[in-house]
Nanobody
């Protein structure tokens, strides 16, 4: 089992940047592929980005390609989401999640989320 805690959210102007972090407990972090998701008010939660166990493979939703970068540091049990060129439509609660499978597998573990608000 793994517990996840996100941080780094906040209020930023359009065009600005934020870096989200997700710290994982336990000594098996490298056993999990990690993902970032987001949920805006009134909308369903949507996939943002995925990184493999080693960090060597990443995948992104089309709406963040070229703007967001997912990475991980297995020595720090942490996954990151660097968000650049933020838009008002990026406003949402961002969640990190862990899966023992690969991209497209069910994410079994979720953090509590961190709010990102982009002002236009």
């Amino acid at each position: 089992q793994v517990q996840l805690v996100e941080s780094g959210g906040g209020l930023v102007q359009a065009g600005g940047s934020l870096r989200l972090s997700c710290a994982a407990s336990g000594r098996t972090f490298s056993s999990y592929a990690m993902g970032w998701f987001r949920q805006a008010p009134g909308l369903e939660r949507e996939f943002v980005a995925h990184v493999s166990r080693s960090g060597g493979y990443t995948s992104y939703a089309d709406f963040v390609k070229g703007r967001f970068t997912i990475s991980r540091d297995n020595t720090k049990n942490t996954v990151y989401l660097q968000m650049n060129s933020l838009k008002s439509e990026d406003t949402a609660v961002y969640y990190c999640a862990a899966t023992s499978g690969g991209l497209g597998s069910t994410y079994a573990y979720w953090g509590q989320g961190t709010q990102v608000t982009v002002s236009s």
